[in-house]
């Protein structure tokens, strides 16, 4: 395991300001942040976003994207995440399907689906977890038969993010039988469209009655064999790659920065106690520690490497950090959390308490992910 430190050029800096003066000018005076990249679901935003080249950057102009660099886009995605930009439609495709289909589609794949990606115009969700399978993801029971012309995919996948809005998910299914002593072995990875008959999508609330997570279920879905993304059987070292992607980005561990931000904003300022300044003081600290770790997995992404172990590790310390400054502002504000108290602080308070449990369950659980890190050191 490795993290090489690095720096951001001039060239990368400028990126930075050019971001930022387009949130200024795109963002209103009266914007309330979302709370990472699940907070809003604004396919307007996503498509203006697009127009300045800023989803689908690491694509291949070819498709639509931009040939440029993983710390660009961590850039990119790191200055609208501080900002509370509503980028909940793109953001997963752009993230991760859009790497994967790069990698492991066919290229009928990759020229239907990529310059929609990069246009900030088709959005994809995951189809990983199940449920009662807890983080086991090689248990998954959703089963793919051999038909005329395709497969008919049946089985259940939740905590799918924005299903109700988005148009297709990758949903990683049993292609053929366990093989005995080789769970991973006979899963496959299949593009399905989530407006498909047999797609049925109920909604997993938060208590405040909103939601963001979904249950899927699918049955006899059909998926032509055009929509089989990889290869037959290859499911299991095709998620495993993309995990990378997924768990080592700024939106791992900055989805609770527009709390802190407002609680700086409102709260205690130059007048800040001793304990107050002790605490701002100390996340600052792993804030910055953790920023540095994850962009080193930028650079080493950007140098055809495949940090999967360095990225189990920011996550776990990203969204462990995520729900322990959560509990830090909550005890500091010493106030009831009331959503509709006119407090732009509280409100976001009173959203992030009601949200913050997903953070160490989304991207694979701590305790998951502990056990990779220690599988990757060899103990």
């Known amino acids: 395991m490795q993290f090489a430190a690095t720096t951001l050029s001039s060239a990368e800096e400028s990126l930075r300001a050019e971001v930022r003066e387009f949130l200024a000018a795109e963002l209103p005076p009266d914007h309330r942040p979302a709370l990472g990249f699940a907070g809003r679901h604004d396919p307007a935003f996503s498509r203006r976003l697009a127009a300045r080249g800023w989803v689908g950057m690491a694509l291949p102009p070819k498709y639509g994207g931009h040939g440029r660099s993983a710390v660009e886009r961590f850039i990119v995605a790191e200055e609208l995440l501080a900002a509370g930009a509503p980028v909940g439609a793109h953001f997963v495709a752009d993230r991760q399907t859009g790497p994967a289909l790069l990698h492991y589609g066919t290229e009928e794949q990759r020229r239907r689906f990529l310059p929609g990606i990069a246009a900030g ?187 999967v172990i360095e990225a189990a590790v920011v996550k776990e310390v990203g969204t462990r950090f995520e729900q322990d400054l959560v509990e830090a502002l909550r005890v500091a504000a010493e106030t009831e959390l009331d959503q509709g108290s006119g407090s732009l602080f509280g409100e976001l308070l009173a959203e992030a308490v009601i949200t913050s449990p997903k953070y160490t369950l989304q991207g694979g659980t701590t305790e998951i992910l502990r056990s990779v890190a220690a599988k990757g050191l060899g103990r």
Request: aromatic share 10%.
């Open 121 to 307: 115009e088709i959005y994809f969700s995951l189809g990983m977890s199940e449920p009662d399978s807890g983080s086991d993801l090689a248990s998954v029971r959703t089963r793919a038969t051999r038909v005329d012309g395709g497969w008919a995919v049946t089985g259940t996948k939740v905590w799918t993010s924005e299903a109700h809005h988005n148009h297709f998910f990758a949903v990683l299914c049993r292609t053929s039988p366990m093989e005995e002593g080789n769970k991973h072995a006979g899963l496959s990875q299949l593009i399905v469209d989530l407006q498909a008959d047999g797609v049925n999508i109920s909604p997993i609330p938060y208590l405040d009655g909103s939601h963001h997570f979904n249950e899927v279920a699918l049955e006899d879905v059909f998926v032509p064999d055009d929509m089989v993304l990889g290869e037959i059987g290859s499911g299991w070292q095709q998620v495993t790659s993309e995990l990378a992607y997924e768990r080592s980005g700024p939106d791992r561990w900055l989805s609770t920065f527009p709390v802190l931000r407002e609680f700086l904003r409102e709260g205690p300022g130059k007048a800040a106690s001793d304990e107050e300044a002790t605490m701002i003081g100390r996340f600052a600290a792993r804030f910055w520690a953790i920023r540095q770790l994850s962009l080193s997995i930028a650079r080493a992404l950007d140098a055809g490497q495949a940090p």
